[in-house]
Every structure is written in C-alpha cells, then in structure tokens.
C-alpha cells in the first residue's frame, strides 16, 4: 500500500474523473508534484514530506513545497528539534506552517546559535508568548537578524519612542520588518527632525503606527518632502503638517501635478487647490476615480454645487458606498414621508459619527425604513 503522503497528493494532484490514467499504485510522489524526469536531488527529499506529514501534521502541499525547497536534506528528523522548540515556546501549527512556508530553511538552522538567543532577547523584555509567536510568523526573517547588531537595538529604540513594551509588540504584530532595519539611520534621525520642525510626539507616535514605513525613509528624503511642504505653503504649525509630510512622501512628482491637474479641470482653482491641500492633505492621496465618482454623485444626485466640495474637502475621502449612497437614501426616504422637521444638510450627512447618525437617523425610524435594506442602511 502507498504510504500515507502519497495517498493524500494523489487524491490533490489526479483528476478523478480520469478513467484512462493509471492506477495510483503507479504514481510516485516525485511524477505527481515534480517534473517528468526528476532529478536525484528531488526524490531524496521527499522523506521530508513524508516526515513532515506524519510526525507533524503538516498539510500535504505545504509538505512538498518545503521538500522541495529543502532538497539538500539528508536526515529529515534533524527538523524535529526547531519545530518541537517552536511548539514549546507557544507557537500553534498555524503559527509553525506560517514560518515554514515564508521560511522553509530555518527548520535547520542551529537551535542554539540562531533560534534561542532571538527569543530569550523577548523573553527578557517580557513579551508574552503567545505575542512572540504571533511577531515571528509574521516574518520570521527576523530570526535570521543579529541579536546585538540589530533586535535588541531596534527593539531598544522603538521602545523609547513608543514608551511601553506593549506599545512595541502592538508595532511590531504588523511591522516586524522594524527589526530587520538600523533605526539609528532611519526612524530615529527621521522623529528627531520631525520634532524640531514643531511636530509633536503623540502625533508622531500615531504615525508611527498608522503610517510606519514613512519613519524608514531616508533623513534626505523626509528632509526634501518637508521643504517641498515649505514651499507649498504650509504652515508647521499646523496640525496636518505631518500629514502633508507624509502625503508628499507617498507620490511622485507627475503623479503630483496628475492630481493638481484633476482638481483644476472638476472647477478649483489655484488657490482653492492649495486651499484644500493645506486643510486637508489627505485628500490628495484619494485615487483619481474615486474622486471623480464622488463628485459626480455630489453634483448629480444632491443639490450640492463644486463650492460645497471646495469648502468640505473631507467628503472625498468618505466612502461612496458605505457612507454618502446609503446615508443619503435614508435622508431622502425620511425627508418623503415628512418625518424629519428640519432639512438635514450635506455637511450633516457625511460628517455625522456612525453611532450618532444611527441613533438620530435610523433607529427612532426602524419601520419607516423597511424599504431601505439593512446591507444599505449600514446597521
């Protein structure tokens, strides 16, 4: 009988319906998920698959997907050590299969020299396991990276200006790329500029969370974004400097004057341009066709004008699906039953908090609104 493995990929890889193929006996794994011919290197790691399968439960694909990347492996049961360490120290079968699979080689690289110092350095700052786990199967490079020469100075620096090793491992959950940079030429020359040119540091530490490769960017860089905000005006004391900084940071120079020249033809002009970008420089950062599609809802289904854009530029970040169309039908349907005792302006409409416009708009009204699909109200 066909060992358990091969079993499972044919059941994966053969069409079952094919009555003309040969009988399962026939196949090896190597002539399923190999080439026709395969080579010396890839039969012999197919005991990794095997081993991988029925000591560790690893699902067939990603069995033979790590055999195959593997081939040099004589002795499969050599991976038994990293992968019994890694359940040890908390980490889940989906945890281990994610590092598997983004990193295939560290199941035999050295326990001793390369795994345990990354995890005692956690350990010591007292992350809890189960944050350890969750931080090294987002990318496990980070386990390739020198403890004195790059992790505990990263963490060291992130810490400080972040404050808490909570705030850290909330960081580094969804950017554990921080611990594969120096941040001594990047992030912390990049917030000690920042904080010079009058920003603060809670809106820095906001940022740093919200928008953190922005901090990795060369010190020339954000240094060149700030005079080109500079230039456009903008005044550092305000509080969407930052926000300018890093609008400028994420486009090009066409893709700039792009958008400056998508503005100019909807009816602004320079100086409602520079206007909006200094109110809100998010806007600019808006895809083209989403700009266009709100507009032109604005201007053909309300009785809104451009003005009313020009003044409230915010409106074109809100979502046409999610918050203007269904917003504006339960208005409308409310307005047409002669429910509401005053007009309910746009500016109402699209700035009004979710809870708040629920409570006032949709929940006093729950029967009147039964013709509004519940998908569509947003509830």
């Known amino acids: 009988m066909a060992p358990p493995i091969i079993r499972s990929l044919i059941a994966f890889s053969l069409n079952k319906s094919c009555r003309s193929q040969k009988p399962i006996s026939c196949y090896s794994i190597s002539s399923v998920f190999f080439s026709s011919s395969p080579t010396q290197e890839t039969r012999a790691s197919l005991p ?13 694909e990603l069995a033979v997907k790590t055999a195959s990347s593997l081939t040099y492996v004589k002795d499969p049961r050599k991976c038994d050590t990293i992968i019994s360490f890694l359940k040890e120290s908390g980490f ?64 060291s ?67 060149q974004f700030v005079e080109r905000a500079d230039a456009l005006g903008f005044d550092r004391k305000s509080n969407m400097f930052l926000a300018a900084i890093r609008m400028l940071s994420s ?27 200094r109110r809100t420089p998010q806007v ?22 451009i003005s009313f854009i020009i003044s409230h ?11 203007l169309k269904p917003r504006l039908l339960v208005i409308e349907t409310l307005e047409s039953k002669n429910l509401l005792r005053r007009k309910v302006s746009m500016t109402t409409i699209y700035k009004m908090p979710d809870k708040k416009f629920r409570e006032k708009y949709v929940v006093p009204y729950l029967k009147e609104l039964e013709e509004v699909s519940m998908s569509i109200v947003g509830t």
């Open 284 to 305: 600019f950062a808006v895809s083209e066709r989403k700009i266009k599609q709100v507009t032109d809802f604005l201007l053909n289904r309300t009785n809104v004008g």
């Open 157 to 223: 620096d992130l810490k400080t200006v972040l404050g808490s090793n909570d705030d850290v491992v909330k960081l580094l959950k969804t950017s554990a790329w921080f611990l594969k940079s120096d941040l001594q030429k990047t992030m912390m020359p990049n917030i000690e500029f920042l904080r010079n040119c009058g920003i603060c540091s809670s809106q820095i530490v906001s940022y740093v969370f919200s928008f953190p490769r922005f901090f990795l960017l060369k010190p020339e860089s954000i240094k």
């Open 313 to 323: 530029p915010m409106v074109l970040i809100c979502s046409l699906e999610r918050r």
């Open 92 to 155: 889940s079968k989906s945890h281990i299969e994610a590092v598997v699979k983004r990193k295939p080689n560290l199941l035999y690289s050295s326990l001793e020299k390369t795994i345990k110092p990354k995890f005692k350095i956690f350990q010591d700052l007292g992350f809890p396991t189960h944050d350890v786990a969750d931080i090294v199967a987002g990318d496990p490079w980070i386990l390739t990276r020198s403890v004195d020469d790059r992790i505990a100075p990263s963490i």
């Open 251 to 277: 486009m090009s120079e066409e893709n700039w004057e792009l958008k400056l020249n998508l503005f100019r033809k909807l009816g602004f002009s320079e100086d409602d341009i520079m206007s909006t970008f």
């Open 48 to 60: 990794l698959a095997d081993h991988l399968v029925e000591k560790h439960s690893f699902s067939p």
